[in-house]
Every structure is written in C-alpha cells, then in structure tokens.
C-alpha cells in the first residue's frame, strides 16, 4: 500500500504548494474561517496548516490517513455533485507517503485532541493532546524518501512564490475567511476576512493590490441556470497583468482553454491596450453540469456544455466590456 500510496502522491503532489492546496481545502472544507499557513524554507523543511474547523473525530483520525478514505461522498453518485474541494480521500495518505507527517485535531464536541503520526508511511496509534478544536496538520521533510523527487524542489523563493500564489488565489474565492502566511517565522500576509458585499473589494484589493478594483469593471450576470460574477480589467488598463488572471468555477481556480478564449474573444472586440487582460472571475453552476475529477491536481475541468459556458461567458463580458467603448 505504501508503494500505491507513492505513486498517488507523484499524481497529486508535485511540490509544497501542492501540499498547501490540499491542507488548506481540507480545512475549508471543515469549515474553518481562520487558516494559517507557516512555511520554513519554501516549504522542503515544514508546512504546517492550522485551522478552526470542525475536527476530526479519534475514531476517524487513523481513517483520514488510509486511502480512500473520505468522509465527503458516501457513493458513486456523489462524485456527479461533489460541492466540497476534496472528494478523493487521497490526499492525506500520499502526502503522509512522502513526508514526516503528524496531524492534531479536536472537535467542538471532544474533551481532548489527538494526535497522529505517520512514519515512514506507517501510521502510529493516535495519542492524546494539547489543541484547541480544530485541526493542525505538519508535514516535514517533503520528499525525504524519494530522492529523485527532493531534488526537482527549486530554490526557496520559487517554492514559497508558488505558496503564496496558491493562498492569494484561494483567498479570492474564500473572502469569508482569514488567511495568514509565515516563511521561517516571518508573517508575510494576513488577509482578514471581508464582512459583506462592500467588504469584498477591500479584501480583493488586500490580496492583489489596493488599486485592482479601481482599474477594473464589475461583473455580475445570471442566466440559462449559470452565474458569472467577479471583475474584469478595464481595456484602458494599460499595464498587462498575465499574473491576476482568475478563474473560478464553483469556488475552484481553473485554468481552462474554453475560458481563456472566451475572455480573450470578449477582449477583441474593444480596444484593448494590454496583451493579457486582468480578471477575478468566478463561475457558478449546478456541480453536475462541470466535471472536475479531470485530473488528480483538478486544475482542470470539463464542461458538459461546453458550447453554452463558452457562449454565456463570451456574451457576459462582451456587454460589460462594450459599455467602455468610446
Ligand atoms: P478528501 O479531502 O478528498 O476527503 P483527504 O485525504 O484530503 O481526502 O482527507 C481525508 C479526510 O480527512 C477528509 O475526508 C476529512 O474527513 C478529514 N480531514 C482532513 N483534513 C481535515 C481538516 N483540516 N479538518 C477536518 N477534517 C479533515
Ligand atoms: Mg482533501
């Protein structure tokens, strides 16, 4: 099983921020309106996610680590509408496959935390601890044991910029929780949480730079049992932004190519100043229409109707942007 459980994590976890995206959709998922994430040296030493979520209960701790395991769809018919970020049950046990990994947690309803530690891809019995509820999951030494993958790990800074990219994008689409980020004891970022519509922008503005909003148009558009809502870079922009484009589909950074032409399709019709228009862009539909279990990393999506997605998001953008033609 170690060895399958190896060969997951080669799917799943290609470097730390691989690692961050998993620990903190789990504690998304759990609920958690605070996350913090602490990074020493861009994360080959320790990542260490901590949330105020639900907990796990002791009987399901040794569970949560063993493949297949997830407590997020009872059947085969779930995996038509997953609405929670994780639904593999895989990520846990390849990340403990390939690292020093220990996980604290403590329900609302627990006298007591427990602890579990996974070595060398053994899981220990689950031992009592110190924790508030909620769950701390710390993985040390990423790849110790796979050599060949610990030597593709860049330099510090290309794995933390990675981290950071992957907070700053999930936060986007989670403007209702708080988020902080420390590399090697240093707090590098501390988002707090928006309080309401207006709030929003502040929080957006926090994680891409106070003037995004200002330099953008605001998008918000329902129809044919879709929802396109977010901002779009203003064409007189003049500043290129290839690195603030975001997508979401269903709170879920996407790269896609259906929506990237129909973004860049929209933008060719006005006078654009800019090679790559900046965009916070977040797409809702009924989970059944969009199929997310592409690929392992879920990057990726495939749209059942992919004609009518790319029609309405070029149809969306293409009325919000006309409005700015001279
Ligand atoms: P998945 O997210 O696909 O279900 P994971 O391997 O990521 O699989 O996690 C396994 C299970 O462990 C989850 O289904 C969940 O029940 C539990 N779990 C993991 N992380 C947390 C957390 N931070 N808070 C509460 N429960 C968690
Ligand atoms: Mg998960």
Do not use: C
Request: charged share 30%; net charge neutral.
């Amino acid at each position: 099983p170690e060895l399958v459980n190896q060969i997951a994590a080669g799917e799943v976890i290609e470097r730390p921020a691989s690692v961050v995206k998993e620990l903190v959709e789990n504690s998304i998922d759990a609920g958690a309106r605070r996350v913090e994430v602490d990074i020493e040296d861009g994360g080959a030493r320790l990542i260490r996610v901590r949330d105020d979520g639900g907990g796990i209960e002791p009987d399901d701790l040794p569970l949560a680590i063993t493949s297949h395991a997830t407590s997020k769809i009872a059947s085969f018919d779930d995996l038509e509408r997953v609405g929670t970020l994780g639904f593999r049950g895989e990520a846990l046990p390849s990340i403990a496959s390939v690292s020093r990994f220990a996980l604290m947690s403590r329900t609302a309803g627990g006298d007591a935390a427990w602890r579990i530690e996974v070595d060398g891809g053994r899981p220990l019995l689950p031992k009592p601890a110190q924790h508030p509820v909620g769950t701390v999951v710390e993985v040390r030494d990423l790849f110790y044991n796979v050599p060949a993958r610990r030597k593709f790990l860049r330099a510090e800074r290309t794995e933390f910029g990675y981290i950071d990219e992957l907070i700053k994008s999930i936060a986007l689409a989670r403007a209702e929780v708080e988020f902080r980020l420390a590399n090697n004891g240093k707090p590098l970022r501390l988002l707090r949480p928006a309080h309401g519509e207006a709030d929003i922008q502040r929080r957006i503005g926090d994680v891409l730079g106070g003037d995004f909003v200002e330099r953008s148009l605001r998008v918000d558009h329902a129809g044919a049992g879709l929802r396109l809502h977010g901002w779009v870079g203003l064409p007189t922009a003049s500043r290129s932004q290839a690195d603030q484009q975001y997508f979401h589909v269903n709170g879920r950074l996407v790269r896609d190519r259906l929506v990237a032409h129909a973004v860049r399709q929209a933008y060719a019709d006005v006078l654009f100043h800019g090679r790559h228009p900046a965009f916070v862009l977040f797409l809702e539909l009924d989970p059944a229409l969009v199929d997310v279990n592409v690929h392992p990393a879920k990057h990726e999506v495939r749209f059942r109707e992919s004609r009518l997605v790319h029609d309405f998001l070029y149809r969306t953008l293409d009325e919000a942007l006309s409005g700015t033609r001279a």
